[in-house]
């Protein structure tokens, strides 16, 4: 017989740890493992190894609510993010929970049992680098009650590389952030970053410090603001008050002001892009367009906003180690880039800072009762549950404020819904889309391109609670607070028929 659980959780990030301290601390009876495809835990903030990754949350809100975030950095390291998922596996046993090198490949959902069967691939020991399609090994069963998909919303074996014509000719290195060389040293180079992004605006000052010079060349500008390095709040309070009433002073600040800066740019975009673009002009020398570089044609908001600790890539271009060049790529040769205005970059490598493939459920094939699930042709309940499919939760963090704020929100409300299947005496729950859904949207209604590439991957939501994802923290907290009977769910016994799921 397959080993049974209560609970499986896939993945060992940010949010996968999270859940699996979340259930030990609120539901300490229940029999759970949190399966991990890779070697160790951490998630994205161990896949990415590229000079400068840091965070581009407040570690205040992107820590964990039971779990003060103690560091000097309000914007942290990559490294010190890794290490406090490590530290909060470790201090509450989360990580005793962790099975490494363990893939779900499929979940098959019986209704006749009421629980999902699993199949996990095993990976073997000697073998490096990431996950693929088309990877073997042993595989096994595990069955469950609930199945937990903490996998994030990205592939880890390969990047977005869009194809660029002549880019077999350059004759220096060409690396994807997604999987930087440990034996690249900057020192003396010129690097040519290619986008726009949070990874670029990383990169390039991160580079820059390493002794390159680096170049942000990009089709169109992002807005980028520079923002404090520490909190002063809470370097005011270290020392006053416990750590733990401090963190919270600090993390209700930062959720407070990121739900109010949203709301106004939202409601006055031109405004916004005034204070943005001002800001930046004053960080940047005089004579620096700051129109055609940092002032996008969209409205703030309708993609991500690139913050940069302490302004540091406003300093590196003023001091002459970096620039920005908004311009579109004729083609790449030998030595560098011909652009489309005429002129040309030379470099010594090129980084392709392009983006994310979308992969939804970590790649799990789904099935109920035999039938394949489409996640994109799916309504999302609360953002969490998918409808038409029995007992599986999902996260997907916010896009205008800290992953984890999301992350923390939906694990308690997996653990308030297993309560209240206990309390029923029912094994399961359900979401049906209602009649009335009216015109859906993904549930990441981001402008960015890698949304853009994966809509057809990704859930839909609605326009009305509790169909509707709202990028409001306070909001998703009072509509899961005031709704603990999970109203708009199904409960069923073991042997109900799972309804079909509904086309979005």
Known sequence: MPEHLDVVIVGAGLSGIGAAATLLRRAPDRSFAVLESRDVLGGTWDLFRYPGVRSDSDMYTLGYAARPWTGDKAIADGDDIREYVRQTAEETGAGEHVRFRQRVVAASWHSDQARWELTVLHRDPDATGEWSEGVTGMTSTITCSFLFACTGYFRYDEGYSPEIAGLEAFRGRVVHPQHWPADLDPAGKRFVVIGSGATAVTLVPALAKRGAHAVMLQRSPTYVAAIPTRDRLAMRLRGRVSPQLAYRAVRMKHILGAVLLYQYARRRPASMKAILRRAAKEKLPASFDVDTHFSPQYAPWDQ???????????????????????????????????????????????????????????????????????????????????????????????????????????????????????????????????????????????????????????????????????????RDLLQFRLDPRHRALRFEPAGAPAAAAETA
């Open 304 to 474: 991500r906003l690139c913050a940069v600790p302490g302004g540091d890539l406003f300093r590196a271009i003023t001091a002459g180690d970096a620039d920005v060049v908004t311009d579109r790529i004729d083609r790449i040769d030998a030595d560098g880039i011909r652009l489309a205005s005429g002129g040309r970059l030379d470099a010594d490598v090129l980084v392709t800072a392009t983006g994310l493939n979308v992969l939804v459920l970590g790649g799990i094939r789904v099935e109920v009762d035999g039938r394949p699930i489409d996640p994109g042709t799916t309504l999302a309940y609360k953002g969490m549950l998918l409808t038409g499919v029995p007992n599986l939760a999902y996260t997907i963090g916010y896009t205008n404020a800290s992953w984890t704020l999301r992350a923390d929100l939906v694990a308690n409300a997996v653990v308030d819904l297993l309560a209240e299947m206990r309390r029923r005496g029912t094994p399961v729950a359900v979401a049906d889309a209602p009649a009335d859904a009216g015109p859906t949207a993904p549930v990441i209604d981001l402008a960015a391109g890698y949304i853009r590439r994966g809509l057809h991957l990704l859930p839909r939501q609605a326009r009305k609670s509790p169909w509707r994802v709202h990028q409001n923290y306070l």
